[in-house]
Each structure stands twice: as C-alpha cells, then as structure tokens.
C-alpha cells in the first residue's frame, strides 16, 4: 500500500523531533526527499501489480522481459522465468528502449532461435560460441546504467558468457541444475522473506555480480512473486548512490565513511516512516543525484 505524501511528512517530523538530520535541515529537501520516496513506491507497486505493458513473444517488437516473466512462471516454468529476470539484472535494464531492446535482441538469438535455460543449462559454452559468430552485431546490445561498466566480448574474463557461465554453475551446485531450485534452497529454511532475502544476499556468489546486482536481481525476482523475499534494510554497504545518499543525508558531506552511525540511523529512518527498505535504497540514490553530488550510478 503506498504511504502518501501528507503521511510521510506527519512520520518524518516525528522522527526529526527526536533525530537531528543535517541533510534534512531545508524544508525545501525534506519535500524533494519525501517526493522520491513517493515515486520510488509507485516504481514498487507498478511491479507488484504486475502493470507491464508488452507482449511476451521475444520476436516482437512488443516483447516485455517482466510480461513473459510471469507468463513462464503462471505455466509452471520457473527455471526460464529465474533466467530471464537473471538476463534482465545483467543487461541492466531500467526501462531504456535500448536496453529493453538489448534483452529481446539477446533472449531472441538475433531472432533466429532462443536462448532459454534449457539450451543454456545443458551447454553454457555454446553461448560464448555463438557470441564469437556473431561478434559483428554484439555492438547491437546496450548495457543499462546499472552495468554499464560490463562487456559483451565472447572471450573476456568479464564479459557475457564468463557471467552466464558462473551462472550455470551456482545453479548447478544449489539446485541441480535448477535455476528456481537453486533459489529455493535458501528461501524454503529460511523463517522469514527478510532472512530468505539475506541468505540469498550472501550466497549469490555470481561473476560480476557485486552489491547492486544481487540486490536488484533478489527485489525484482521478490516483487514479481517469483519467490517469497524482501530486503529488510537498504544494503548500503558496496552501494554507490544509496550510500552516498545515506552519507549526505546524515552528515551533509559529499562523500566520506559509511559509519555504523549512518547505516542504523537509515534503518531508524526507513523503520520510522514505514517504507519498504528497496523504496528507501532508491529514494536515497535519486535524493543525492538532486542535491548536487552524482555518483556514477544507483
């Protein structure tokens, strides 16, 4: 349920009655943070109300990765769905056409074929195969803001194919060769969405994928009902723009030392407002972006 401005204000002044927050000391940037937590809860709700539009055929130009998502998990076929969101985290897409564009183009094999989690699974080399083959139209696919610092070059140490490769292999020794059973392995024991969510944080040992990876991968697999995780706290350590964020808001500086300080005093915040931690993780990074100190990414 999304916590409307007025709320957020009333539950904001009660903490700072208690707390003093040097980056809030402007009304002007209490509103503009309140107003990113708004929009970062809408971004939430448009995921869990599963408002997509698109289709889920990956030869159309139509084609929505998070539509053919739940399309493969509703029919039973959850490995392909864990895949495809796996696809999604690693080309970063942020709703960017071009990187939308960069997971059909990818997903479709330049639509000549599909490279689903069965094919992948049973010979991740022929990724890397195929890559070489097509190495003149690799140009074609986009890394989002979120990997742009990622390769697409069939036989680097961190491009694509080594990444898809480590993927394969943790699905292998988790879940027997099954992408979602790999996951459930973790979330099945575990008491509770948070602790499931934690587990998997520590466990997801994948080739390039640091802090923001896996805390985009778990929250859009936990959004869409994939499995049953949620974050219980932004994460800020490893971050870049969340942490900044938090670092700002409670020092004032442009940049310094994630203390302890900071992080209990985000969680007090997030706590003391009722927001969900991965709303308050965005809210900070695009907060920090408006206050003058960009970081090169979320």
Same mark, same amino acid.
């Given at each position: 349920?999304?916590?409307?401005?007025?709320?957020?204000?009333?539950?904001?002044?009660?903490?700072?009655?208690?707390?003093?927050?040097?980056?809030?000391?402007?009304?002007?940037?209490?509103?503009?943070?309140?107003?990113?937590?708004?929009?970062?809860?809408?971004?939430?709700? =448009?995921?869990?109300?599963?408002?997509?539009?698109?289709?889920?055929?990956?030869?159309?130009?139509?084609?929505?990765?998070?539509?053919?998502?739940?399309?493969?998990?509703?029919?039973?076929?959850?490995?392909?769905?864990?895949?495809?969101?796996?696809?999604?985290?690693?080309?970063?897409?942020?709703?960017?056409?071009?990187?939308?564009?960069?997971?059909?183009?990818?997903?479709?094999?330049?639509?000549?074929?599909?490279?689903?989690?069965?094919?992948? =699974?049973?010979?991740?080399?022929?990724?890397?195969?195929?890559?070489?083959?097509?190495?003149?139209?690799?140009?074609?696919?986009?890394?989002?803001?979120?990997?742009?610092?990622?390769?697409?070059?069939?036989?680097?140490?961190?491009?694509?194919?080594?990444?898809?490769?480590?993927?394969?292999?943790?699905?292998?020794?988790?879940?027997?060769?099954?992408?979602?059973?790999?996951?459930?392995?973790?979330?099945?024991?575990?008491?509770?969405?948070?602790?499931?969510?934690?587990?998997?944080?520590?466990?997801?040992?994948?080739?390039?994928?640091?802090?923001?990876?896996?805390?985009?991968?778990?929250?859009?697999?936990?959004?869409?009902?994939?499995?049953?995780?949620?974050?219980?706290?932004?994460?800020?350590?490893? =971050?870049?723009?969340?942490?900044?964020?938090?670092?700002?808001?409670?020092?004032?500086?442009?940049?310094?030392?994630?203390?302890?300080?900071?992080?209990?005093?985000?969680?007090?915040?997030?706590?003391?407002?009722?927001?969900?931690?991965?709303?308050?993780?965005?809210?900070?990074?695009?907060?920090?972006?408006?206050?003058?100190?960009?970081?090169?990414?979320?």
């Amino acid at each position: 349920m999304l916590i409307r401005s007025e709320k957020l204000t009333v539950r904001l002044g009660r903490f700072l009655a208690e707390h003093t927050i040097v980056g809030f000391r402007t009304s002007r940037e209490r509103m503009r943070f309140i107003e990113k937590l708004v929009e970062s809860q809408r971004k939430c709700q =448009a995921f869990r109300h599963r408002m997509f539009l698109g289709g889920t055929d990956p030869l159309s130009d139509k084609f929505h990765p998070f539509r053919c998502i739940l399309s493969n998990f509703e029919n039973g076929d959850f490995d392909e769905a864990v895949w495809l969101g796996f696809l999604c985290v690693h080309f970063g897409w942020d709703g960017n056409p071009k990187t939308r564009e960069t997971i059909r183009r990818f997903y479709s094999r330049f639509d000549q074929g599909l490279w689903n989690w069965k094919n992948v =699974a049973r010979n991740p080399l022929s990724v890397r195969d195929w890559m070489r083959e097509n190495s003149r139209r690799l140009s074609e696919l986009k890394f989002g803001n979120h990997r742009k610092y990622e390769s697409n070059k069939p036989d680097s140490d961190v491009g694509t194919p080594a990444v898809i490769e480590s993927f394969v292999r943790w699905a292998a020794v988790h879940g027997n060769g099954s992408a979602y059973k790999a996951f459930q392995s973790f979330v099945q024991p575990s008491a509770s969405p948070e602790v499931a969510f934690e587990n998997l944080f520590r466990a997801l040992d994948i080739h390039r994928f640091g802090r923001t990876a896996r805390f985009d991968f778990l929250c859009l697999l936990g959004d869409l009902g994939i499995l049953a995780v949620a974050p219980a706290h932004p994460y800020l350590r490893g =971050a870049t723009g969340p942490k900044d964020g938090a670092i700002l808001l409670v020092t004032g500086k442009k940049g310094g030392k994630l203390t302890t300080e900071v992080v209990d005093i985000v969680r007090d915040l997030q706590a003391a407002l009722g927001v969900p931690a991965e709303c308050m993780e965005d809210a900070l990074c695009n907060w920090q972006k408006k206050a003058g100190f960009l970081s090169r990414t979320c």
